[in-house]
T-cell receptor
């Protein structure tokens, strides 16, 4: 089955700096890679996603890149702000299959220092 | 349109007690999932369902049972709770067809003492 590894587990940056979180996946059939942000005590919220036929996607200050050959994808947050502080999860799924199971990485706690 | 609703939100159980967590969705989604979230371990899939009347095991199914008698409801049962089942439980749903993210419930914080 799919296995998703995520690094680093914790990340501390100064406000205004960039943050990068990296994930690798094992199942070459995975074709959809969402990123979730989870604030303390809240449910995970989708912030950006990328499909396997796309190499990069941007949405304002956040971007995701995908390297299918190497089976890794990354989240990039530029000009970080204190409200970006949260736990971020990457995930992988083989969409359109029989189960649509989403497998998550172990999460990255991002702390943005003012 | 409430999305995905989980009940209860909090619960404290004694070891050996049983309980059922309810997940209800009003989006007519075919797929439903139960995850548990523990510090440093992310969200791990317990059980899932690809349609009414069907269930299957995920990564960590031991100690849990599920049922999906109605399309909109997915129940997670603990027959004999253990302290190792202390966790935050999230239900999620999604639909077939085009790429579509999961919709998560607000979570149930369960403590087993």
């Amino acid at each position: 089955g799919e296995n998703v590894e995520q690094h680093p587990s914790t990340l501390s940056v100064q406000e205004g700096d960039s943050a990068v979180i990296k994930c690798t996946y094992s199942d070459s059939a995975s074709n959809y890679f969402p990123w979730y942000k989870q604030e303390l005590g809240k449910r995970p919220q989708l912030i950006i996603d990328i499909r396997s036929n796309v190499g990069e996607k941007k949405d304002q200050r956040i971007a995701v890149t995908l390297n299918k050959t190497a089976k890794h994808f990354s989240l990039h947050i530029t000009e970080t702000q204190p409200e970006d502080s949260a736990v971020y999860f990457c995930a992988a799924i083989s969409y359109g299959g029989a189960t649509n199971k989403l497998i998550f990485g172990t999460g990255t706690l991002l702390a943005v220092q003012p | 349109n409430a999305g995905v609703t989980q009940t209860p939100k909090f619960r404290v159980l004694k070891t050996g007690q049983s309980m059922t967590l309810l997940c209800a969705q009003d989006m007519n989604h075919e797929y439903m999932y139960w995850y548990r979230q523990d510090p440093g371990m992310g969200l791990r899939l317990i059980h899932y369902s690809v349609g009414e009347g069907t269930t299957a095991k995920g990564e960590v199914p031991d100690g849990y049972n599920v049922s999906r008698l109605k399309k909109q409801n997915f129940l997670l049962g603990l027959e004999s709770a253990a302290p190792s089942q202390t966790s935050v439980y999230f239900c999620a749903s999604t639909r077939t067809g085009v790429y579509y993210g999961y919709t998560f419930g607000s979570g149930t914080r369960l403590t087993v003492v």
